[in-house]
Nanobody, 120 residues
Framework: QVQLVESGGGLVQSGGSLTLSCAAS????????MGWYRQTPGNERELVAT???????NYADSVKGRFTISRDNVRNAVYLQMNGLKPEDTAVYYC??????????????WGQGTQVTVSA
């Protein structure tokens, strides 16, 4: 079994900062990619940022220049530093990871979600 545990959400004023953390644990052979997605009520889950095993990153246009994703391959963790937060960043943020549990078996895993609320 593999688990993704997130932390770091909360309430912050517009212009403020938060850092989200996500740690993967369990039967992990190799992690290919990790990332963050977010979802608001009535809307589909959308990509925020991803990073692969080589360190390449990808960001949604709406967060470029404000958010930074980083990864700790030793701790099997991924972080999202969010600066210059705006009310429209309010959402439930989900950690995601593509994880091999054996040489051939891989699966897409999700965390339980953490609420980020940005007040105007």
């Amino acid at each position: 079994q593999v688990q993704l545990v997130e932390s770091g959400g909360g309430l912050v004023q517009s212009g403020g900062s938060l850092t989200l953390s996500c740690a993967a644990s369990g039967n992990i052979f190799r992690i290919i990619a990790m990332g963050w997605y977010r979802q608001t009520p009535g809307n589909e889950r959308e990509l925020v940022a991803t990073t692969n095993q080589g360190g390449a990153t990808n960001y949604a246009d709406s967060v470029k220049g404000r958010f930074t994703i980083s990864r700790d391959n030793v701790r099997n963790a991924v972080y999202l530093q969010m600066n210059g937060l705006k009310p429209e960043d309010t959402a439930v943020y989900y950690c995601n990871a593509y994880i091999y549990t054996t040489v051939t078996d891989w699966k897409d895993y999700w965390g339980q979600g953490t609420q980020v609320t940005v007040s105007a």
